[in-house]
């Protein structure tokens, strides 16, 4: 008999978007944790300043989700987190309050009460690992408890757990990274010509900059992020008020501009710096303190431990202060364990506690050097492979902790850009590697359209160029695009499906792109110009066909039901989507002339033939879709015009494909086990014929303009391979 599940209970202080999506992944991950990890994830309490939430016995994420709906507060009046904390009764700490400006009191304070309560701690609040590191560190080993906080620092790139594991014997010398995406999105909007009010305004309207975006514009979050790593790596000892910092207001146009000329990208970068600068004063300004608050300096003789360095000394590594987090301790005596207040009251620099002594109760240390001035770095040819290798392996550079935060001229390692090759026999092969594979090809006309590595990819066949149309946001997927002879289209949705979705269309010729709001179970769209439509959930619980003029912005509903079920399709002024009902009814695509209103159901087996349809898709005035049965599988298409069925192939045919003049399709070739050919078939008749004959069999096909396209994987890469059809 398998054992009983292990039931981990949660505590989470703060419920906004993150708190909500954390909840939707457990829930969406509810059987993966049990089945292969034997684990129960339960919620045993929740606040916020509006409202809380105690069940001792435990509810599941889901239930707690539906206990406070989207933008609704929890639903039993605010606690002291202090009582919240006692009462849950939970194994870990969930720290996801909104970060505070100076000190991080208020958060620094709810990991140590849980620590004092036993619990294991959780946080994506970069404020306490900024500001508190040491503290909190002394606190976990002192009490036994462990505390992760990779999202604090690149969202979720284990580059905490990258040091602790993978370089577990290395001292970390220093770093040089790009925190802060804000300044990314704006700085390229100016490069295009906006102004920077308008660039600011769009950055917020997608989702990059908050409201108050100043925290991002003057160097403060990538201060946060670049003193956290720097503390927690490298022992620095730092806060972000050490940090010296340039903001976003301060940078000319002109030097922006001469960037992009020179072909570089001006990026806002942090990095230690090795170089002392006489007559250095730290500086403690916050955006809401500025000149009121101070930092006690430390000398060379003021060590963490309290003694000065004596020459042989062996410096700590990063693998030495990660490692005390798994190595409990001895419990520190109450006399030397360190406090901050936590009333919720104004903030002041921590200091002693009432008649505490010893290290640990000392102030936080001030800057042990001083910042690196801004300048422009000079950059090398592109090689987009310098982003991974930045952000993965960090930059070792000899120096002191102290970081600076300041605008570089980068080369454009943070601009991908697809592996693009000519082959020589005529046509394109975009290569990827597992993280970077080339997916769900689209042809129009004299263009490609696809899917990799996050971002959606358009092509020029006739001269090769490429560039990037759409890119995901932070915590977002991007869906297979769609594309016609002047747009593209695909949808941006929430991984955890929670948030509403986004429908991007672009217009090729104006190289401009628009979104369009849609709920958070939308999937995949279909375009035929002018015309998107797209399956959706709506708040009844019913499934509901939407199309949307993109000229005019109008929307409509096609149809709204329970049997309605992807794919939705679009071809010549028409949008068709499919009709799967319950029991052995057949299934059945209906579609809607969009001029006239008129509809036609296209009955895809009959009712209790035992056969499967798949692959339905639409071009022009065709219907295509597969039927199989244990046997064989069979190609069928349905010309709208003639209202004629029409079997295209039939045996063991894959992936089929079609532009409403050609079909094609893969099938063995006959000659080897693996082998395969890819056939085609002209609908105006005639038998079929050799298109192609990939290395490997496809995993999906396109076809349009009078070309062909591939995904194939070798085993260790991944091509995307477009080619002339044969005549």
Same mark, same amino acid.
Request: charged share 20%; net charge neutral.
């Given at each position: ?12 202080? =703060? ?29 045993? =309490? ?68 849980? &620590? ?32 992760? &906080? ?35 999105? +704006? ?93 250095? $004063? ?19 003789? %003021? ?38 207040? %936590? ?42 492979? *310098? ?120 217009? +090729?010729?104006?190289?401009? $792109? ?40 109008? *929307? ?78 069979? +190609? ?37 086990? %693996? ?53």
């Amino acid at each position: 008999m398998d054992a009983a599940p292990l039931t981990v209970k949660l505590c989470l202080l =703060g419920f906004g978007n993150v708190a909500r999506g954390f909840c939707a992944l457990l829930a969406k991950q509810e059987r993966a944790l049990a089945d292969e990890h034997g684990l129960r994830v339960v919620v045993t =309490g929740a606040g916020t300043r509006r409202g809380s939430l105690i069940a001792a016995e435990g509810m599941a994420p889901a239930a707690v989700l539906a206990a406070a709906p989207k933008e609704a507060p929890l639903p039993e009046p605010p606690r002291p987190a202090a009582e919240l904390l006692a009462a849950s009764g939970a194994d870990v700490l969930v720290e996801l309050t909104v970060m505070e400006e100076d000190f991080a009191p208020v958060a620094t304070g709810h990991i140590e009460a849980a &620590f004092d309560l036993g619990m294991d701690v959780v946080t994506a609040n970069k404020g306490p690992i900024a500001w508190n590191w040491d503290r909190i560190a002394a606190k976990a080993t002192a009490a036994g408890r462990r505390i992760r &906080f990779e999202s604090t620092v690149m969202d979720g790139l284990p580059v905490f757990s990258l040091l602790e594991f993978t370089l577990a014997d290395c001292r970390l010398l220093g770093f040089e990274a790009i925190f802060n995406s804000t300044t990314n999105f +704006i700085i390229d909007a100016m490069a295009r010509g906006e102004g920077f009010d308008t660039a600011l305004r769009h950055a917020q309207d997608e989702g990059f900059a908050e409201a108050d975006p100043s925290h991002d514009i003057d160097g403060w979050d990538a201060a946060c992020k670049a003193a956290a790593l720097a503390n927690v790596a490298m022992g620095a000892g730092i806060t972000p008020a050490d940090v010296d910092k340039q903001s976003l207001c301060d940078v000319p146009l002109e030097r922006i501009k001469a960037a992009y000329a020179a072909g570089k990208r001006l990026r806002l970068a942090g990095r230690p710096d090795p170089r002392p600068r006489p007559g250095y $004063r730290a500086r403690h300004r916050s955006p809401a303190r500025a000149a009121r608050r101070g930092v006690a300096r430390r000398g060379p003789a %003021h060590r963490p431990h309290g003694r000065r360095r004596r020459r042989g000394d062996r410096r700590p590594g990063a693998a030495d202060r990660l490692r005390r987090l798994r190595r409990p301790a001895a419990p520190v005596p109450d006399d030397l364990r360190p406090t901050l207040p %936590h009333d919720g009251g104004p903030s002041a620099p921590p200091g002693p506690a009432p008649g505490a002594s010893g290290p640990l109760a000392a102030p936080l240390p001030g800057p042990p050097a001083a910042p690196l001035p801004t300048r422009v770095v000079d950059a090398a040819p592109a090689n987009p492979w *310098r982003r991974a290798i930045l952000l993965a392996l960090l930059v070792l550079a000899v120096g002191s902790a102290l970081g600076a935060v300041g605008f570089a001229a980068e080369q454009r390692l943070f601009v991908w850009k697809p592996d693009v090759k000519a082959l020589p026999g005529g046509g394109w092969r975009i290569t990827g590697s597992a993280g970077l594979r080339p997916l769900a090809p689209a042809l129009a006309g004299d263009r490609l359209a696809w899917s990799q590595a996050g971002y959606t990819c358009l092509m020029e066949l006739a001269s090769g160029d490429t560039k990037v149309i759409g890119a995901a946001s932070r915590g977002t997927d991007l869906w297979p695009p769609a594309l016609d002879t002047r747009s593209a289209a695909w949808l941006e949705s929430d991984k955890n499906g929670v948030d509403p979705a986004h429908l991007w269309v672009y217009d +090729i010729g104006r190289g401009r $792109r628009v979104a369009h709001r849609a709920g958070a179970a939308a999937e995949a769209p279909a375009l035929s110009d002018p015309f998107l439509a797209w399956l959706d959930d709506q708040p009844d619980g019913h499934r509901e066909v939407t199309a949307l003029d993109v000229e005019t912005g109008r *929307r409509s509903a096609l149809a709204t039901g329970d049997g309605l079920s992807s794919p939705v399709i679009a071809g010549d002024d028409a949008v068709g989507w499919l009709l799967q009902p319950t029991g052995d009814a057949a299934p059945t695509v209906v579609v809607r002339d969009l001029g006239t209103g008129t509809e036609t159901a296209i009955m895809l087996a009959s009712a209790g033939s035992g056969l499967t349809v798949g692959d339905i898709q639409m071009a022009g005035h065709l219907v295509l879709w597969t039927q199989r049965s244990s046997r064989t599988t069979r +190609i069928v298409a349905y010309d709208l015009e003639s209202r004629q069925t029409t079997t295209v192939a039939d045996g063991a045919v894959e992936t089929p494909a079609t532009d409403g003049e050609v079909v094609v399709w893969a099938q063995p070739d006959g000659t080897s086990p %693996h082998g395969c050919v890819v056939m085609m078939r002209g609908l105006g008749g005639g038998p079929p014929s050799v298109a192609a004959r990939p290395a490997a069999w496809p995993a999906g096909l396109a076809v349009g303009g009078g070309r062909l396209a591939w995904v194939i994987n070798d085993g260790t890469w991944t091509y995307l391979d477009v080619m002339e059809l044969p005549s």
